[in-house]
């Protein structure tokens, strides 16, 4: 599956607060895998592995969307939809399945499925299809957030300018998409693994010393003199916040 590219975008509510999904499948990497592409670009991400588990997570959380695996241990997404809807008979469900079968499409759909992907899916079709069934429900607010702010850390993800305090600073372009992934997550313990897989790709073969030597470059330009802004969470990760 490939990963969802950089948007310079992001969707939110109309209060201004994240978009909310609810990702289902009983096969926790694939769920961890959607849930940190969706994180990735600003949403509030809940995971489930069961139906049960599934059903307590829309009732407690109140998605804007649900991405549910036709196929789980306990009942079938069917049966999870019809629950869903029971309680929000509003809420846009995608539904995710191994099978590609016509009249597995139709049934899903038919049962009141807004949408329908089959695996192995590309992240970014995947998280593009969400942002769509989102606009289309109105719950959706654009804006243009090709400009992100920490702190006095910015960072412009068009023109890849970075300054702290109004100082300008130069990063290569791997030190680059490391800082975007901090400030996209901010106040949020990263551990080694997403770095590398966010940073470096999911096929990268070199060891977490790399995300260590980088995090160690990236503090030589933006905390270097002044009250530090990356820390690090020891036996966790790291996590970007504003100084003070």
Sequence with gaps: MAQSGAMTETATRPDGTPLRAVVVDDEVNIAELVAMALRYEGWSVETAHTGPEAVAAVREHGPDVVVLDMMLPDFDGMEVLRRVRADDPTVPVLFLTARDAVEDRVAGLTAGGDDYVTKPFSLEELVARLRALVRRAGSVLEQDRSTLVVGDLVLD???????RAGDDITLT????????YLM???RRVL???QILDRVWNYDFGGQANVVELYISYLRKKIDAGREPMIHTMRGAGYVL???G
Excluded: G, I
């Design 157 to 163: 993800e068009d023109s890849h300018e970075v300054t």
């Design 191 to 193: 551990s080694k693994a």
């Design 184 to 186: 996209r997550n901010p």
């Design 173 to 180: 372009a791997t030190e680059f998409e490391l800082l975007r």
């Design 241 to 243: 916040k504003p100084a």
